[in-house]
């Protein structure tokens, strides 16, 4: 053998020797010195029954250690107190534990620990140097009991029959104030009785937890407060709320902790009870973006139970068998600056008895949703605690389901498409609040929300605004592509829809002194249609005169069928009215109006102007008003009952009726109506203005044929006192055009055999005299060919509407006509010679009473100055004005 191989073989034996007799002695001097050591340089105090070191590995194995710290006060370090009964660790890193007072190894095993662990403070973010860490990449606990606290000795972790492995364990102060309190790559665990505080509001507790193939299941997990609402409200004014949780069971897979990330897959929560206690405190908002990351493969809540109260205790949101099923639910950096501060794959939503309560309270019985669809059952809305001005509905409804093509959100805004909607059996009030005007409104979070279909069925609504209830009954209405987009300049939202459709039955709308009505209404983009529309007056007309404060109307309207063909819009921003044909069918109408009140003084425009005020471009191209009726009825202060205007088998044709707004489209309003009046004779009319023009000027001409003079007592008899007794108009023609400031033209009477007889105002008996003079007067006849008057110089009372100008313009040419052409000499005459008579019969009244009392003539009074009859009947005194 070669003496180099000899000289090799000793030098590794005497090194091997070596090595045994280190070993030997090292396990010789840990066994009777190592604790005098660890007591005389280390923090902790610590004894054992056997000790067992390999050099050369670093394993070791120790059993019946007890430990303690020297000076339990020094909160710079791991505090340790307790036994283990089996302390096995592997590859300890022997020359940092004795030189860098750093305890790493790859493997830990406990077996039985009973130890109390109390953290040291946290790391000094300054410095960023960590007090005595201590590392294991992998840590066994078999069967232990561990209570760690934090270094102010406030208990922060426990568990008893505690069954633990977990790979690369990290866990200091550090983690639990900055991330996580425990960070680890794999684990099995298995215990009981766990207590966790991670601050000094709430506790986690947990019977039990088990672990088996990566499965974990947590029975009877509970986040307690630790302070009463009243305490937490006092100890913690800014915060906004307080939480209580219970989850009876649940259990996951796969769960990872990682710094500040949290993984786990197929998480299942049985049964859990979450409440919430609102402060009222507004959340500030954190300008500091979370680093904290949540990745859930898969959870299901099961038959959850939430309940939100508001700050003075009462519930505020309560819901019961709640069931939810996330996929890939995710939290981090990028979805926490989104709207939902969360991601999703796919969920499915399922809860009932859902109660809501604001200034509304809202009751669902069940609800359905998923990304694509969702499905509500028997909701209802009743009044809260509403405050002023509040709209608030009080409503049911049976179901309501929709579809979603797209819901998402783009740099913050939402794109929402609706497919469908869905509402069936509405039922109740909708009462409107108050509308305040929005200065510079902006489009908030809406990027454009599309409704492509809406569906209402079977329902019956009231919107009551201001006490004027408006009612749909057998409501049903389709609506398409409703649009919702931000104007151009980012202010408010625009509207735009392209079709719709309404039917409804039995509608009503109430206002101060009407209640109208339909018995059927078909509405769309296109084309309406209403059935027997009444406008009926809701009060007497004696009430109607004692409740208004100046002359007004009272309408008591009727109409067989409405119908209009055409495009109008009159929803969206551009509204406007194109109609080619409105028909009305069989309406019959009554006009009343007293001259008791007062008159109203305010300027009333001619219906030019009227049309052109209109804001939005309309043109009805027809509307056509047949085989109606219309009566028009008056009284007076001095009249015994209304007089009487009737219009029956009123047929109106309008052409052009527009608002002057509407290129290309002309702008002259042409009417023309035919009708009876007062039942007797024929009445034609052709009435024309166009509404472009700025002078409102218009022209008016009519014809009357064979009206008995007595067919309009009716009207003239309350109010002049006077019938006519015989004779017939057998044609009347007139011709004006007038403006703003009143009218001209011409007028043409034919009439025979005219006799009229004045009336007592208080028996309405004849007075033969007043009547004879009258008739003097009268021309009675016009002859075969009357010439046409004049009628000039016609002023306008700018407070009158335009009828009552037109009456004007009838009286006048009446006047002339009748009387003559010098009408104010001939109303002198007869007045004179009615004061004559007056007189004479005064003297010989006085004469008769001298002799009879045989005394002296007493002085003669003055006379009261007498009316004229005929300007009493031809001039159209105020009390008769037509408006």
């Given amino acids: 053998m070669n003496k180099w191989v000899k000289r090799l073989l000793i030098s590794f034996g005497i090194l091997a020797g070596l090595v045994l007799a280190a070993n030997f002695g090292l396990n010789f001097w840990l066994k009777t010195q190592l604790p005098d050591y660890i007591k005389n340089k280390t923090n902790y105090k610590v004894s054992y029954k056997t000790l067992d070191v390999d050099l050369g590995t670093g394993n070791i194995l120790a059993t019946g250690i007890s430990v303690n710290n020297k000076d339990p006060e020094n909160t710079n370090i791991i505090g340790l107190q307790g036994t283990i009964d089996t302390l096995r660790i592997s590859r300890l890193g022997i020359y940092d534990a004795l030189f860098n007072k750093t305890i790493s190894s790859t493997d830990l095993l ?63 102060e550090e983690s639990v104030e900055n991330k996580l309190p425990v960070v680890f790559d794999r684990y ?52 906004p709320q307080l939480f209580e949780f219970t989850i009876p069971k649940m259990d996951f897979k796969d769960l990872v902790l990682d710094k500040n990330k949290v993984s786990l897959a197929n998480a299942d929560f049985q049964n859990p009870v979450l409440t919430i ?90 609800i359905a949703l998923k990304p ?42 939402l794109v929402l498409d609706f497919k469908d909607i869905l509402v069936e059996n509405v039922n109740g009030t909708i009462k409107a609040g108050e509308t305040k005007p929005i200065k510079n409104p902006e489009s908030g979070f809406i990027q454009s929300v599309i409704i492509r279909k809406v569906s209402l069925k079977n329902s019956n609504i009231t919107y009551d605004k201001g006490k004027q209830p408006l009612s749909f009954h057998d409501l049903n209405a389709t609506v398409n592509d409703i649009k919702l987009a931000p104007n151009p300049n980012n202010q408010g939202l625009s509207f735009d829809l392209k079709d719709y459709f309404v039917t409804t039955r039995n509608f009503a709308y ?160 042409d009417i023309k109506i035919n009708c009876s009046f007062m039942n007797l004779a024929p009445l034609s009319v052709h009435w024309n203005f166009d509404v472009a023009d700025q002078h409102d000027a218009f022209t008016i001409s009519g014809r009357t044929d064979n009206l008995p003079a007595s067919g309009i007592n009716p009207f003239i008899r309350p109010y002049l006192h006077v019938t006519a007794t015989a004779g017939t108009i057998q044609e009347m023609l007139f011709n004006f055009k007038g403006d703003p400031a009143g009218l001209h033209g011409t007028f043409n009477l034919k009439h025979k055999d005219l006799k009229i007889a004045v009336l007592n105002k208080e028996n309405h008996e004849k007075k033969g005299f007043l009547t004879a003079v009258a008739n003097i007067f009268l021309k009675s006849d016009s002859g075969r060919f009357p010439e046409s008057v004049t009628v000039e110089n016609v002023e306008r009372d700018p407070t009158k509407s335009f009828f009552n100008l037109f009456w004007k313009g009838i009286e006048q040419g009446l006047k002339k006509t009748l009387i003559g052409k010098n009408v104010e000499k001939t109303e002198q005459k007869v007045k004179n010679a009615v004061s004559s008579v007056k007189d004479m019969k005064q003297s010989v009244k006085e004469i008769k009473q001298e002799i009879k009392n045989k005394k002296q003539p007493k002085s003669e009074e003055p006379q009261k100055e007498k009316k004229g009859f005929l300007k009493g009947v031809f001039k159209k005194k105020e009390s008769t004005e037509i408006e």
């Avoid at 009973?114 to 069967?143: C, Y």
């Avoid at 939290?331 to 009932?352: A, L, M, R, V, W």
């Avoid at 909701?379 to 608030?392: D, E, H, Q």
Wanted: net charge positive; hydrophobic share 35%; proline share 4%.
């Fill in 188 to 239: 099995s665990i298995e215990g009981q009785n766990f207590f966790f505080r991670p601050d000094n509001v709430y506790a986690i507790t947990i019977n039990s937890i088990n672990t088996a193939d990566g499965q974990m299941s947590v029975d009877q997990f509970r986040l307690t407060p630790l302070l009463s609402f009243g305490q937490f409200k006092k100890f913690y004014p800014k915060k």
């Fill in 510 to 669: 109430k206002t101060q002194f009407y209640n109208l009505s339909l018995g059927l209404l078909k509405l769309n983009k296109n084309k309406i249609q209403a059935d027997n529309f009444a406008m009926k007056p809701l009060v007497s007309r004696a009430q109607f005169i004692k409740m208004i404060p100046v002359e007004r109307d009272l309408f008591d309207l009727k109409a067989g069928n409405i119908t209009a063909e055409g495009s109008w819009d009159l929803f969206s921003k551009n509204k406007s009215i194109n109609a080619s044909q409105v028909t009305i069918q069989s309406a019959d109408a009554n006009i009343f109006r007293s001259k008791i009140p007062k008159d109203d003084p305010k300027i009333k425009a001619l219906y030019s102007k009227m049309l052109r005020s209109i804001k939005m471009p309309m043109n009805i191209e027809n509307l056509d008003l047949k085989n109606s009726v219309l009566v028009y009825e008056e009284d007076t202060p001095e009249s015994m009952g209304p007089g009487k205007l009737t219009f029956n088998n009123f047929n109106m044709k309008v052409k052009n009726l527009n608002s002057a707004k509407v290129k290309g489209k002309p702008t002259k309003v």
């Fill in 110 to 172: 406990l077996s039985k620990p009973s130890l109390n662990i109390i953290l040291a403070k946290p790391v000094d973010q300054k410095t960023g140097k960590k007090r005595n860490p201590v590392l294991f990449e992998n840590i066994r606990i078999n069967n232990g009991t561990i209570s760690i606290f934090k270094h102010t000795k406030q208990k922060f972790l426990s568990v008893q029959k505690l069954n633990l492995f977990v790979e690369n364990l990290q866990m200091t």
């Fill in 277 to 366: 206690y609102n402060t009222g405190i507004k959340a500030k908002k954190s300008e500091k973006k979370s680093d904290f990351e949540v990745n859930l493969e898969n959870i299901k809540l099961n038959n959850a139970v939430v309940q939100i109260n508001k700050p003075d205790g009462n519930k505020w949101l309560s819901a019961g068998n709640l069931n939810l099923n996330i996929s890939k639910l995710l939290f981090n950096k990028e979805t926490s600056e989104q709207i939902i501060p969360i991601g999703y794959k796919d969920f499915t939503f399922s809860g009932k008895d859902i109660a809501f309560s604001d200034h509304q309270n809202v009751n669902i019985g069940s």
């Fill in 372 to 413: 694509t669809s969702g499905e509500i059952n028997t909701i209802s809305l009743s009044p809260g605690a509403t405050p002023a001005g509040k709209t608030i509905m009080d409503l049911t409804s049976d179901h309501i389901a929709f579809n979603i093509n797209t819901l998402d959100f783009i740099n913050k805004k």
